[in-house]
């Protein structure tokens, strides 16, 4: 078997693995759906363009991760994960802060998956100019995903404080600004030399 196609089952499998744990019993059930519907267009997307438009093993891993933040959200809900629970006692806070993570990915890696698709089909040449297109593009992806809460909480009421984790937080898309920045200046390199690796195999 080619290391590409395992690399892919494993990918697979854990996706699979932590979504069908994420729906047994989930603290809310319209709250799972719309956490881990993301993660299933995502998936879906992938599969879809893969033939055509393969990313990069660092993308595929981010997307793994992310997808799995959002399982493990909708599983809990945001603001009442196991381990953040016992990470805010520890800190002595009552606050759980897994919706900081949530936010900070929502950041962090569409930075990569744009990178990926700017510099691939050269969409814009100066690597300035892409970079704060990316922390723009990442800026407006988390304002519209505010948008979506703020439509769920007046569609469902009562049932959107567990989609929204709500906690008194009010730094989503500062949290998003930072992981957009940080992704850009800990990954870049890593994304230059995988993306090199497409090139030459094309």
Same mark, same amino acid.
């Given at each position: 078997?080619?290391? %590409?196609?395992?690399?892919?089952?494993?990918?697979?499998?854990?996706?699979?693995?932590?979504? *069908?744990? $994420?729906?047994?019993?989930?603290?809310?059930?319209?709250?799972?759906?719309?956490?881990?519907?993301?993660?299933?267009? *995502?998936?879906?997307?992938?599969?879809?363009?893969?033939?055509?438009?393969?990313?990069?093993?660092?993308?595929? !891993?981010?997307?793994?991760?992310?997808?799995?933040?959002?399982?493990?959200?909708?599983?809990?809900?945001?603001?009442?994960?196991?381990?953040? &629970?016992?990470?805010?006692?520890?800190?002595?806070?009552?606050? &759980? &802060?897994?919706?900081?993570? %949530?936010?900070?990915?929502?950041?962090?890696?569409?930075?990569?998956?744009?990178?990926?698709?700017?510099?691939?089909? *050269?969409?814009?040449?100066? #690597?300035?100019?892409? &970079?704060?297109?990316?922390?723009?593009?990442?800026?407006?992806?988390?304002?519209?995903?505010?948008?979506?809460?703020?439509?769920?909480? !007046?569609?469902?009421?009562?049932?959107?404080?567990?989609? !929204? %984790?709500?906690?008194?937080?009010?730094?989503?898309?500062?949290?998003?600004?930072?992981?957009?920045? *940080?992704?850009?200046?800990? !990954? $870049?390199?890593?994304?230059?030399?995988?993306? $090199?690796?497409?090139? #030459?195999?094309?």
């Amino acid at each position: 078997m080619k290391t %590409g196609t395992l690399a892919s089952c494993l990918w697979l499998l854990i996706f699979f693995s932590v979504l *069908a744990w $994420s729906g047994v019993f989930p603290k809310d059930n319209i709250t799972w759906f719309l956490e881990v519907l993301p993660a299933v267009i *995502a998936l879906c997307v992938m599969v879809l363009t893969r033939p055509a438009f393969p990313l990069t093993p660092l993308s595929y !891993l981010l997307i793994l991760i992310h997808s799995i933040i959002l399982m493990v959200g909708g599983h809990y809900t945001y603001a009442e994960v196991p381990l953040f &629970n016992d990470l805010a006692e520890l800190m002595g806070s009552s606050r &759980n &802060n897994y919706d900081k993570l %949530g936010h900070f990915a929502q950041g962090f890696v569409p930075a990569i998956i744009a990178r990926e698709i700017i510099i691939r089909q *050269a969409v814009i040449e100066s #690597r300035r100019w892409m &970079n704060f297109f990316i922390i723009c593009f990442c800026l407006g992806f988390s304002a519209f995903y505010e948008l979506i809460e703020w439509w769920v909480a !007046l569609v469902s009421g009562e049932g959107a404080h567990a989609f !929204l %984790g709500t906690q008194g937080y009010i730094w989503d898309m500062l949290l998003a600004l930072v992981g957009s920045i *940080a992704a850009l200046i800990s !990954l $870049s390199r890593m994304h230059d030399h995988q993306l $090199s690796s497409i090139d #030459r195999k094309r």
